[in-house]
């Protein structure tokens, strides 16, 4: 059978879209193709692919369910004109232990399948037996390079149980850390997508940066990472003395250093080469499968969760919300350079404006007693003990909180029967979601643009496997 490009109103093809000066929607390779017949083999996992595929299902695997660019003809052929292989679950390339099984005809991918569940940790399985206290030493580590907001969400929907207010400072300072870590993401997003397209010197300079945050983070917390610093209630500890002045110097430190990394990348001809019209979704695509963040906001929706849900008080900070146009790897990786200009500009007004009081709520129930008290009072010692062997009890119901995370919403359900431990929780993952895209994004394309549409979901696959 052959493909051919059908006309369609959303999208310029090429021509047209060199007459008009745009560049077109997608890029498409037109070669000779053969039947969609499967050859007749027996898979030993049931996500491979299958000979008895429903028709939603293999629409699917073609990335046509939403928004098919082509139609195709068909033209009896012989069926051993293709070849189906695996990409991965190794961690290099598929940034993480991602498995991709995909038909090949030639250079060019017909049908992709993610294949997950080699990293399964059992985490929110796990929470049933943790209490509310404890639950957040257990959700930092999905994300890893977000912790703060998984500890963040979390706390939220622990909080709206227990109908807890939290102080003015314990909010900024909530925002001051989710804000420089949403920074520190997505360092290390344009550091690896950077690398995956053969620009090593940007995985060099990405983590070089991302470090001085990571020495913030461990000044204030103790830890680089998974700091279950964001509890209910508040947070762990106040600010460190000093902190002020480090912030500034982040501030002061990454707008030269992102003036560096558009010099290498933003006009690099190789760069744009391998990330303009590559893995293209559209905003129709992107909402039928549930893709958030800077993956969402390059096909031009203007969806932040910041804005439109907002949290921990970020809506008295002013910011803008980045959005693309074509929905490419490109444009996602310019959204995580611009977000991180407003990421700085709400650390900087925190940074400014932060209230002074308290870092926890006054709800002793909640809250632990301050550490001083505990060597000067017999009563602050026993409340301390029964608070961290027995947690605090939160009224039966159930709720569900969201923050906007680097790579999307980031949603925490949580359902509690009256106890110290969830009944159950379950974690609304962006990573998940956005994985969902791949057999869109990467149908019809060059297997030589599969590393760089990958990376541009930086996905965390702590955050898928669950």
């Known amino acids: 059978m052959t493909r051919t490009n059908e006309p369609d109103q959303t999208a310029l093809t090429g021509e047209a879209a060199a007459q008009t000066g745009e560049r077109p929607r997608r890029r498409t390779v037109d070669v000779w193709l053969t039947g969609t017949e499967e050859p007749d083999y027996t898979d030993e996992a049931s ?94 580590r999905m994300d890893y390079l977000a912790p703060f907001h998984n500890e963040l969400c979390y706390s939220l929907a622990v909080e709206r149980l227990l109908g807890t207010d939290i102080p003015p400072r314990a909010q900024a300072i909530r925002i001051l850390m ?80 992102l003036d560096q990394y558009d010099a290498i990348l933003e006009k690099n001809p190789i760069w744009v080469e391998r ?60 959204i995580r350079v611009d977000e991180i200009y407003q990421s700085m500009n709400i650390v900087k007004q925190v940074t400014d404006t932060m209230p002074k009081g308290d870092y926890m709520t006054g709800d002793r129930k909640v809250a632990p007693p301050p550490r001083g008290r505990i060597n000067e009072s017999m009563e602050a010692l026993i409340h301390h003990f029964k608070l961290f062997t027995e947690g605090f009890r939160v009224p039966e119901g159930e709720t569900y909180a969201a923050v906007e995370s680097p790579r999307g919403e980031l949603g925490c359900y949580l359902v509690s029967t009256g106890g110290g431990k969830p009944w159950r929780m379950h974690t609304r993952a962006p990573s998940f979601y956005n994985i969902q895209g791949l057999p869109i994004m990467m149908a019809d394309s060059l297997v030589a643009d599969t590393v760089a549409t990958i990376a541009s979901l930086d996905p965390i696959m702590g955050d898928v496997d669950r």
Do not use: C
């Not at 997505?186 to 990405?206: C, P, R």
């Not at 001085?212 to 830890?223: C, H, P, R, S, V």
């Not at 947070?235 to 002045?245: H, I, K, M």
């Open 47 to 140: 996500q491979e692919f299958q000979p008895d595929d429903t028709e939603r299902e293999l629409a699917e695997q073609l990335g046509s369910v939403v928004d098919d660019d082509y139609f195709i003809e068909e033209q009896p052929q012989g069926d051993d004109e293709r070849m189906i292989v695996n990409m991965g679950p190794q961690h290099p390339s598929t940034h993480g232990v991602l498995r991709l099984q995909i038909e090949l005809e030639g250079e060019i991918i017909r049908r992709t399948k993610p294949i997950i569940g080699y990293l399964h940790t059992g985490m929110e399985k796990t929470a049933e037996d943790l209490m509310f206290m404890q639950g957040g030493t257990n959700v930092t």
């Open 178 to 257: 989710t804000e420089l870590n949403r920074i520190s993401s997505h360092l290390v997003a344009l550091a690896t997508n950077a690398m995956d397209v053969g620009a090593i010197s940007m995985m060099l300079y990405g983590f070089r940066d991302r470090e001085q945050i990571l020495d913030f983070f461990e000044k204030a917390t103790g830890l680089r990472m998974n700091h279950n610093y964001i509890r209910p209630g508040g947070v762990a500890a106040d600010l460190p003395p000093g902190w002020r002045a480090d912030v500034t110097e982040i501030l002061d430190t990454l707008p030269r250093r």
């Open 275 to 334: 990330t303009q019209n590559v893995g293209v979704v559209t905003t129709e695509e992107a909402l039928a499968y549930g893709l958030t963040g800077p993956t969402l906001r390059a096909t031009g929706l203007e969806w932040d969760l910041r804005k439109s849900n907002p949290y921990s008080g970020i809506e008295q900070y002013e910011f803008d919300v980045i959005t693309g146009e074509n929905g490419d790897v490109y444009d996602r990786y310019r």
